[in-house]
């Protein structure tokens, strides 16, 4: 449906659209509430209500697999990764429908590894991508499951595998995310990290359809990990790389920052961010990610206050504005 | 000067039997003109009106306000009758000073976790404590008149609105005092499910009551009366 292939521009268009029928009350709401979307839930319970699972019905698939896919062309950059994204989404969808229809179909290998810096959007993109596959009827709720070595490796023998179990049986019917995999094989000959990839592997074949596994971590030590176990490399279907963002790209991800936490920027401020975005991209003062270009602006955030707290009376413009010399001590 | 209270909830949650409850505790005397009856009622509002003696820091007095049913918001898309009726739901909702939003707290403790909460209770508590309200209302820019059959009760609101949308230009509305009513506390389950409900709807005011019975909801009236907008 045409209306749900773009944001709605005004609480009077979401009622019309709800008035019409192309999106339920619940949609309806979250648009009001803005960006908000109701996701299944991220914890604990395994409780689906009826209504969540008649949502995965295929008849309303195409029409809210849009939604998933909206947020990830709204992700700023990452041009190569959103179009193989669509890819991957476009076969599943394509191979379930098929089925539908009882004509013959590849079984769906969705297990993917995610490399590059921390900071590219990797979480982001997989959260998204358990969204999607919720929305095209994949996966039954959604969710995205996080786990590091900690959640994983255990301390005696059998725990381990326990530990996995837990974590899978958590992730059915969403994502399980393992950040920094590689770190599961680390270590030397009394570490349990081998018994949880054995344990990884077997939930792999066990539960197949039933969850979606995505590794990440640095490039380098990914591609070192998938030769840890022979099986390993040939049971994931998209390895995506995810490069830095580019200085631009950062910019623009530190004026949406910005405006969510309602600051803006004076022309010197501008340039200042320019020069911050430069350097980082460069590698100067961190890596070229997301993450540090937050802690950056909070940085300039911070100075400003500092730079405020001498002026017994700001003004609102005053509080908004971040200038040039709130970036200072970060470029000098 | 009238203020309105609009009753909202999934379905089978209980709030006409809370409006009626409402009505005859204050005397009010409800819309005649349309029937109660619970088929025909799935997606038709209606209202009474209703006055609350006060007693506040300026002094005893009453308030007026327009109480409103209205029908069930739904999970997914329905019939078209339901989606024009929730259509009409969702701008009343954005208008209105007051909202009781009537959740079924048996049936929450019944099924546990968020799962007894349906997701339409989920975004209604989200909507309301986390929208952007000032521009949700000016984004509203009025009542667009629907043509089928809700144009009649909106026609008698549309003054009552048009009044706040000044109110609203002049930057003096926020978000609606927000009351959380657990209903169907003399069931089995419900005292679980008060506490479900008070943990997943964070930052509002949860009040226990039966409509049924009609305990708590001297309560509500208290409430509303205390927390009036515009004085
Ligand atoms: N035990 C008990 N039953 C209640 C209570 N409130 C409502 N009910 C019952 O719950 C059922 C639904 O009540 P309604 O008031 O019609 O619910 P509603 O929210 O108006 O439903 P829709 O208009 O269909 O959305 C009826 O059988 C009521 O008698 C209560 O406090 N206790
Ligand atoms: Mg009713």
Redesign the interface.
């Known amino acids: 449906m045409s209306q749900n292939s773009s944001q709605p521009r ?3 268009e ?3 659209w ?9 949609t ?3 648009h ?3 960006g ?1 979307s ?1 996701e299944p ?1 991220t ?3 395994s ?3 009826a ?2 699972r ?2 995965s019905n295929p008849t ?1 698939s195409v029409q809210q697999g849009r939604r998933g896919l909206q947020k990830l062309s709204s992700l700023v950059g990452l041009g190569q990764i959103k179009e193989a994204i669509r890819e991957v989404v476009a076969y599943a969808h394509i191979q379930q429908r098929r089925s539908q229809m009882d004509l013959a179909s590849q079984p769906l290998m969705l297990h993917s590894v995610f490399s590059g810096n921390p900071g590219t959007g990797k979480t982001t993109v997989a959260r998204i991508l358990a969204e999607i596959f919720h929305d095209i009827g994949v996966l039954e709720r959604g969710h995205l499951v996080e786990a590091e070595r900690a959640d994983i490796v255990g301390e005696y023998i059998g725990h381990t595998a326990q530990k996995m179990r837990k974590k899978v049986k958590a992730a059915i019917g969403g994502v399980l995310f393992i950040d920094e995999a590689y770190s599961l094989a680390r270590g030397g000959e009394r570490d349990f990290g081998k018994e949880a990839i054995d344990a990884l592997v077997k939930a792999m074949e066990d539960r197949r359809d039933e969850f979606v596994l995505i590794l990440a971590g640095y490039t380098q030590e990914m591609e070192w990990f998938l030769t840890q176990n022979p099986g390993l490399r040939s049971r994931f279907a998209a390895h995506l790389t995810f490069p830095d963002y580019s200085a631009d790209e950062l910019v623009r991800i530190a004026e949406l920052m910005l405006r969510e936490r309602q600051y803006q920027l004076s022309s010197g401020g501008q340039d200042a961010l320019r020069t911050v975005a430069g350097g980082l991209q460069g590698g100067e003062w961190g890596r070229g990610n997301a993450r540090s270009m937050r802690n950056l602006l909070e940085r300039a955030m911070r100075r400003q206050a500092v730079r405020l707290m001498n002026n017994s009376n700001p003004t609102r413009s005053e509080l908004l504005t971040l200038h040039a010399e709130d970036f200072e001590e970060i470029i000098h | 000067m009238t203020r309105k209270c609009a009753i909202v909830g999934a379905t089978g949650c209980g709030k006409t039997l809370l409006f009626w409850r409402m009505c005859k505790m204050t005397k009010a005397d409800p819309d005649a003109a349309q029937t109660h009856s619970r088929s025909r009622s799935n997606s038709r509002m209606y209202s009474g009106h209703i006055r609350m003696p006060y007693k506040g820091g300026t002094g005893a007095g009453s308030d007026e306000w327009t109480l409103i049913d209205t029908p069930a918001l739904h999970d997914s898309v329905q019939t078209p009758g339901i989606q024009a009726a929730g259509a009409a739901t969702l701008r009343l909702l954005i208008s209105c000073d007051a909202v009781i939003h009537v959740i079924d707290a048996s049936r929450v403790g019944r099924l546990g976790g968020r799962a007894g909460l349906y997701r339409v209770d989920r975004a209604i508590h989200h909507l309301i404590m986390h929208a952007d309200w000032p521009k949700l209302r000016r984004s509203q820019n009025g009542v667009q008149r629907p043509n089928r059959e809700h144009a009649s009760w909106i026609d008698r609101f549309l003054p009552v609105l048009r009044r706040r949308t000044e109110r609203v230009r002049n930057g003096k509305l926020n978000s609606p005092v927000y009351i959380v009513a657990a209903n169907k506390m003399d069931l089995p389950w419900s005292r679980v499910g008060h506490a479900n409900i008070q943990k997943a709807c964070s930052g509002a005011v949860v009040l226990p009551l039966s409509a049924r019975r009609g305990d708590g909801i001297g309560g509500l009236f208290r409430h509303l009366a205390e927390r009036r907008l515009g004085q």
């Open positions: 005004s609480t009077r979401v009622i019309r709800l008035e019409e029928g192309h999106i339920s009350a619940v309806a709401m979250s009001l509430a803005d908000f109701v839930d914890g604990d319970d409780k689906v209500t209504t969540e008649r949502s309303m």
